[in-house]
């Protein structure tokens, strides 16, 4: 889909569909609705006053409009209250708008930005937002469809309305931050939905190297002799049962000063996760293909911080394997010498994701990291916490957190805090080695966030469980069923922040608060 910024008023458009947010409070027909409402002679007032439609949130009607008007068929969408109309709801709305336009196959959309009237937030941030939700709500994964008509997306170009020319250059800076981002967050889709006999930890660190070489990256990939020589004790154990070889796919952007620290990005790259000896069950077993989710949404967001040309320093780390059972595989019991030196007992071989972190947390110190991120498919109870609304988020620096929290809240990722509390650490006290993979059922996503802090050292770092948001069950306006691209969104806000207020960053961090 295409998406142009155009000054103009939406009742004088040419197109073959615009489309009308109306908010669900008493029917009123103001500003452009009315206009339209005039040029077609009443009949957005006659469906509001028969009640054939109200504005309710989620709400959708398409209306074939007389020759009056310019345009061949209004969609209605509802926005439902006006009051507290937020961001969210305009990415919302926009995709509802664009996903009807594509199902009805029209060719041109013409529309502003929905319930503007009634938003408190800049213009960028408005224009980047329904962006965003036009993108990403008529995403689909379509590269295995062979035949035609379901292979390509819909040909839709959209005409997005501003009103005022004086502000228009920073109504087009949103629209294209919107862009970068939307592309970002469906390329991570597209690589979390390729299954694992297409995505290996081979083909992922090929991808690694085409982001790099499309944006002027740096990338090394670390190949099994070298991770056996470096001492990579934990993610070689993982990697025994399997025949595909591990990697270990480094990134490197640098768009800071030369001397500063860079943030380290880390993604959990699990190909597939079986279990291994410690085996899951059939039931949904091929979902398991998204345990790479992390690494998929570490690779997306150097895409997003390349093309908007952030002046920071970045790496992104991306550890991969697959975890499945076999006559070679890591047994329960068996006790691994992860790169920092640390010894692990392996209680559960299902438990793999932390410790092929642990190794990359390790590896990362070498970079003398401002920040460490990781994002991980890390445990199935983090969809028992905090369920699919939510990334679990949990850390050892609390400006760091709160940064994470207003990233939330203007990119409409949701985080909510876990905390790391140090009596939980009793549960992965290990009777033979420095400590043991899985403390079993309760706080389960603490545990595993324990475990992974025994090997961030004095970093400031930040540990999203994206387990619960990475695959969606029940399509949301923007995000339809499958792999969501979580987490991108929410760090390439955090970053963009971040360098826009640098001195600010920095100084928290040494702070410590
Ligand atoms: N990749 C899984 C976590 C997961 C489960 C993600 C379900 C998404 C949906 C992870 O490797 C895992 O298996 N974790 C175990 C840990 C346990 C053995 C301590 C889990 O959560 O059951
Ligand atoms: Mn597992
Ligand atoms: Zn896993």
Not at 334 to 357: F, P, Q, W, Y
Request: proline letters at 5%.
């Amino acid at each position: 889909m295409e998406i142009h910024a155009v000054v103009g008023s939406l009742a004088t458009q040419r197109a073959a569909a615009i489309g009308l947010g109306l908010f669900a409070d008493g029917g009123v027909v103001s500003g452009e609705a009315a206009e339209l409402d005039a040029r077609s002679g009443g009949l957005i007032r006659g469906v509001l006053e028969r009640g054939d439609f109200s504005g309710k949130e989620g709400e959708e009607l398409v209306l074939y409009l007389p020759p009056a008007a310019r345009a061949g068929r209004a969609i209605l969408i509802g926005l439902g209250k006006a009051e507290g109309f937020t961001l969210e709801k305009v990415r919302e709305a926009s995709a509802r708008l664009a996903a009807a336009a594509a199902r009805l196959k029209v060719p041109q959309l013409a529309l502003s930005i929905p319930g503007r009237q009634r938003l408190i937030a800049g213009i960028g941030e408005a224009a980047q937002a329904a962006v965003e939700g036009m993108l990403l709500g008529t995403y689909g994964f379509r590269e295995l469809k062979t035949k035609a008509e379901e292979n390509g997306a819909a040909h839709l170009t959209a005409r997005l309305l501003w009103q005022d020319g004086d502000t228009l250059p920073t109504f087009e800076r949103g629209l294209e931050a919107g862009r970068k981002i939307a592309a970002a967050v469906c390329f991570a889709r597209d690589l979390v939905a390729r299954p694992s006999n297409l995505l290996t930890p081979t083909t992922l660190a090929e991808c690694a190297r085409q982001v790099a070489a499309a944006h002027g990256l740096r990338c090394t990939v670390l190949e099994k002799p070298q991770l056996q020589e470096l001492g990579f004790g934990a993610l070689l154990g993982v990697a025994r049962g399997s025949a595909e070889p591990p990697t270990l796919s480094i990134l490197e952007y640098r768009g800071g000063e030369p001397e500063a620290a860079p943030i380290v990005v880390i993604g959990k790259g699990i190909t597939f996760d079986s279990g291994g000896i410690s085996l899951k069950t059939a039931e949904n077993m091929e979902r398991m293909k998204y345990d790479m989710a992390g690494a998929a949404a570490t690779l997306a967001i150097l895409k997003a911080v390349a093309s908007l040309g952030l002046r920071l320093n970045i790496v992104g780390l991306l550890p991969a394997t697959e975890n499945l059972p076999g006559a070679t595989a890591y047994k329960p019991g068996d006790i691994l010498r992860s790169l920092s030196g640390k010894t692990i007992e392996v209680v559960n071989t299902d438990a793999e994701g932390r410790l092929i972190l642990a190794d990359a947390l390790a590896y990362a110190q070498r970079f003398s990291p401002a920040a460490m991120i990781d994002l991980a498919t890390l445990t199935g109870a983090c969809r028992i916490a905090v369920g699919p609304l939510a990334i679990a988020m949990m850390g050892n620096h609390r400006a760091l957190r709160e940064r994470c929290e207003a990233a939330a809240a203007l990119s409409g990722e949701r985080v909510w805090h876990l905390p790391l509390w140090d009596e939980y650490f009793e549960l992965i006290k290990s009777d033979v080695a420095d400590v043991k993979n899985s403390g079993g059922a309760p706080a389960g996503t603490i545990t595993a966030g324990l475990f992974l802090r025994q090997f961030v050292g004095e970093v400031p770092w930040l540990h999203l469980d994206i387990a619960s948001t990475a695959w969606v069950d029940e399509a949301r306006p923007y995000v339809p069923k499958g792999p969501s691209g979580a987490g991108v969104r929410l760090v390439a806000q955090l970053l963009r922040t971040w360098a826009a207020h640098p001195a600010a960053a920095v100084q928290a961090l040494r702070a410590g608060v």
